[in-house]
């Protein structure tokens, strides 16, 4: 038995089941937002009148993920090329 709103099921599936194998192979931060992302969206439909207040949530959570993500490469490129560098200037001494 579970103590899930409603507009956490749909045809007998809870999202917290579904949520459990879409995040599974991510982390921290990351699976936090993709959580949020498609909570908003599940529930779109069937907890308000009108899906806007839902659908504004889920863009939100999916600015926030792009706004990580686009971090994260930086950080990723940035090491990357002092690697390299590094690689360089050993190669020459």
Not at 30 to 49: E, G, P
Not at 63 to 91: P, V, Y
């Amino acid at each position: 038995m579970s103590n899930s709103p409603e507009y956490y099921k749909k045809l007998g599936v809870e999202l917290k089941d579904i949520l459990k194998v879409f995040v599974s192979d991510m982390e921290g931060v990351q699976a936090h937002y993709v959580s949020n992302i498609l909570k908003y969206l599940w529930r779109m439909n069937l907890k308000h009148d009108s899906p806007a207040q839902d659908i504004s949530k889920a863009i939100k959570y999916s600015e926030f993920l792009t706004s990580e993500l686009n971090a994260l490469q930086k950080i990723h490129s940035s090491c990357r090329e002092d690697i390299m560098f590094k690689q360089k200037k050993h190669k020459s001494q």
